[in-house]
């Protein structure tokens, strides 16, 4: 590899840590999503597939009847199409990815959050998970998530994915900057 190529691929930073070249990784989304459109399809987004796998869970609850029936998960049976495989790797992706980097390591609490909220791991998780369930009920109530609409759909050049990414980030800004304010 030369030097050059090195420049674009990696950069180490001053901490000894590896810094993925954001162009880089830009490219390989923007390749990805070829590849999903291609072989595939579909446009690169995980909350169908997370529905799909929803209703596998639910099945012990509710059960197998029940679900069937539902109308929602009628629409998105579970199989095991490139959707639920992204989604799946998608984790896979991020750990080795932190790996790679040097920057991987376990932690319950970030920093920015116990400086603002304390150390509660249980509170962490908590407002995690209420999180979650927020965005995700966003994300299939916008028809998509962020790689949904702010890829798939940024890169068709749809006004509903740019109207989407614009109300994402100020919206992500304005909660940032009311949760992580200097008192």
Request: glycine fraction near 14%; proline fraction near 4%; include cysteine.
């Amino acid at each position: 590899m030369t030097a050059v190529t090195h420049n674009i691929d990696l950069e180490r930073s001053g901490t000894g840590r590896i810094d993925w070249s954001p162009y880089l990784v830009g490219a390989g989304i923007g390749v990805l999503s070829w590849v999903a459109f291609g072989l595939f399809g579909d446009p690169l987004g995980v909350t169908t597939a997370y529905s799909r796998v929803a209703s596998w869970f639910a099945v012990p609850i509710i059960g197998s009847e029940a679900v069937a029936q539902n109308s929602y998960w009628k629409s998105m049976p579970l199989k095991w199409d490139y959707g639920v495989w992204f989604l799946v790797g998608i984790p896979l992706g991020a750990f080795l990815s932190a790996v790679l980097s040097g920057t991987w390591r376990l932690e319950l609490v970030p920093e920015v959050w116990e400086e603002r909220f304390g150390p509660s791991v249980i509170k962490r998780f908590v407002a995690a998970f209420l999180g979650g369930v927020v965005i995700m009920y966003g994300a299939r109530l916008a028809g998509g998530c962020t790689s949904g609409h702010g890829i798939s759909g940024g890169l068709q050049l749809a006004l509903s994915s740019w109207l989407f990414l614009a109300v994402m980030f100020a919206t992500g800004l304005a909660v940032s900057a009311v949760l992580f304010r200097k008192s």
